[in-house]
């Protein structure tokens, strides 16, 4: 019998046969292009691995419709001459060498600063101005041309962005659509201009599957809600193959529902499908998309007809072996996700793609370079942090002799925390992920053992990984004071006032953490902003948290924390001195790296590294990369 029954079962979409259920969604890599017009070769590779792993179709992250032009930011591929075709044709090709479907995703963002009316958002957040006729016409003719070109390339599919409130889908919704003329009013006046972009595709390229995706509620007073959500899908459903069923808008409030991350219970949007689909009123396949972690869940969402079709992107990004691991029963080997958008953000973060939990993520083009050692070593890995034990993974999975040290009774590290954080599950998640793939690999864990540099003699390598401890700031009476860290667990004692002495990420995170637990909070921040810190999606996401915590979490910026009391605080703020009382005051000032411990390790055997907290405090994901490299190379 069949392990996965139903998503594993093949599905016929018009006259194209797809192997299974599993679309790979789109992913946003414009930092793996270097502005050519077509997909270069680490491009490629991404997408053909998608393939390679299992899906039975293949998404390629959005073209956007019409001429090519380089913003110096994304992707900008040509469709329309012949020397940059040739690389998204053979990108199609490699896709289907493994059995999957190629589709292309279509970005409906229209040019010259234009939206559906006046003051509606462009993508960058500003203010557009309403496109008149004449050009919705030319931009639907470059659409129906794009598609036939698409096609023409051995496409098997496209998928058509209308979701999320990108300007060509907020003519779907009454909140941004604010049109007089006969796109504008009635549902079926907002779906007009989406309608004759269907029907030119069709006209154009016919046979091409066509799915659309919509934003199933957009949770916006005013905007798409479910029944409106399903109003449009009876509308659009005569024109395209598949309807994928998304969530939310392309602003800061809603994008957590579009990009589910912690604070939303897991797979948050499968209800909004599974209405789509059980309403009766739907007879075209539904796609659902957001947050979907394995097979598993995948099944069940199938099986019981939530969906036809389930997309998943993070889940490849996070595990690119997500598929063959559910199909050998090794589930619990399955790399989590952490929901962290550090693979969003590619273009904001550090200029690179990446991902906190897969330090593979964007150097995948460079496997042929990692040799298998030459000589099996014995190997001393210092600190049970997420670093550490990345590394002590990686070097036994090489066939080299581990032995992993922890000065505590528990692996863990700094992301121990994260039991105590409901929102954090994603990353508790990871942390046990970890634990147990240490449990069961060959590498020797030694608990409750501080080592010293005469420890690792007869050791040939070395890999320090004994993370950061709290930077105190020099404020008088910060004795008085907590320190971030220690405070999980803890909450009890804290009473009812806290104030937290900085705002970045993880002063914020403790914020709503306690807010959540009925606190009153205040945060002092120096700076003029909230988590500078985070990355672009997660600190919008901690924001909008805070603000629905308004009553009981109270921010001030521009605040330096002058003094701590027992029982109260003193701030300066534009030049005059503040004081508030609090029953307990935490700070989360940050962390400084363990650079001397890390150093006194050094030297001792052939090869020696450092990885994590304790060459610079920074994020999960430079720990785990770390740990990796420093192991990759022994």
Request: net charge negative; hydrophobic share 40%; proline share 5%.
């Amino acid at each position: 019998m069949k392990k996965y029954p139903h998503v594993l079962s093949p599905r016929r979409v018009g006259a194209i046969l797809l192997k299974n259920r599993i679309i790979s969604g789109p992913s946003t890599l414009h930092s793996m292009s270097d502005g050519q017009p077509y997909p270069t070769e680490r491009v490629m590779r991404f997408f053909e691995a998608r393939a390679k792993a299992g899906a039975g179709m293949v998404t390629v992250t959005g073209v956007s419709t019409g001429p090519a032009f380089d913003d110096g930011i994304h992707m900008s591929w040509n469709l329309y001459q012949p020397n940059h075709t040739n690389a998204l044709a053979e990108l199609a090709s490699r896709i289907h060498f493994y059995g999957a479907r190629a589709s292309m995703e279509l970005l409906g963002i229209f040019p010259d600063g234009y939206t559906v009316s006046d003051g509606a958002r462009q993508m960058n957040g500003e203010p557009g101005r309403e496109i008149p006729v004449a050009k919705m016409e030319e931009f639907k003719n470059w659409y129906a041309e794009d598609a036939a070109v698409i096609k023409s390339l051995g496409y098997d599919a496209i998928l058509l962005h209308f979701g999320h409130s990108i300007p060509i889908a907020q003519f779907l919704s009454p909140y941004t659509n604010r049109r007089t003329d006969q796109y504008g009013g009635s549902t079926e006046n907002r779906c007009r201009y989406i309608v004759e972009i269907l029907q030119a595709i069709r006209k154009k390229a016919p046979g091409l599957i066509v799915e659309v995706r919509i934003s199933g509620s957009e949770f916006q007073k005013g905007g798409i809600d479910l029944e409106e959500g399903i109003r449009i899908g009876e509308i659009l459903q005569d024109y395209c193959d598949i309807l994928q069923v998304s969530a939310g808008m392309h602003n800061p409030d809603w994008m957590t529902v579009t990009h589910p991350c912690g604070f939303l219970p897991p797979m948050p949007n499968v209800f909004l499908a599974e209405a789509f689909k059980k309403s009766g009123r739907i007879r075209i396949p539904i796609t659902t998309v957001g947050a979907i972690p394995n097979l598993d869940a995948a099944e069940e969402i199938i099986a019981s007809g939530k969906a036809d079709f389930v997309a998943m992107t993070r889940a490849f990004i996070a595990d690119i072996d997500m598929i063959k691991k559910c199909r050998e029963g090794r589930v619990e080997d399955v790399r989590p996700c952490v929901k962290c958008m550090r693979c969003h953000d590619s273009t904001t973060y550090e200029r690179h793609l990446s991902c906190t939990v897969n330090p593979a993520v964007g150097l995948q083009h460079l496997d042929h370079l990692i040799a298998p050692p030459a000589v099996k070593k014995k190997v001393a890995v210092i600190g049970g942090g997420p670093a550490g034990m990345q590394a002590a993974l990686t070097a036994a999975e090489r066939g080299h002799y581990v032995t992993l040290f922890e000065k505590t009774d528990t692996l863990g590290g700094k992301i121990k925390y994260a039991k105590y954080v409901p929102f954090k599950y994603p990353l508790d998640n990871f942390r046990e992920y970890l634990i147990r793939q240490i449990n069961k690999s060959a590498v020797d864990v030694r608990l409750n053992t501080e080592v010293k540099p005469e420890d690792v003699k007869g050791y040939d390598a070395v890999i320090a990984a004994v993370g950061s401890e709290p930077l105190i700031p020099p404020i008088p009476g910060v004795e008085h004071a907590l320190i971030a860290v220690d405070v999980f667990g803890r909450e009890t004692e804290l009473g009812e006032r806290v104030i937290i002495v900085g705002g970045g990420q993880v002063g914020c995170e403790l914020a709503i953490h306690l807010a959540h637990l009925g606190k009153d909070v205040t945060v002092l921040e120096m700076q003029q902003a909230l988590a500078p810190d985070a990355s672009t999606t997660q600190r919008d996401e901690l924001l909008v948290e805070m603000r629905k915590e308004a009553e009981r979490l109270h921010v001030v910026l521009a605040a330096r924390c002058t003094a701590i009391a027992a029982g109260s605080v003193t701030y300066e703020k534009d030049g005059e001195s503040v004081s508030i009382a609090a029953d307990a005051v935490i700070l989360a000032t940050g962390m400084k790296g363990l650079t001397e411990l890390a150093d006194s390790f050094m030297g001792l055997t052939e090869e020696y590294a450092q990885a994590g907290d304790c060459v610079r405090a920074r994020t999960v994901e430079h720990a785990i990369k770390e740990g990796w490299f420093s192991a990759i190379n022994l």
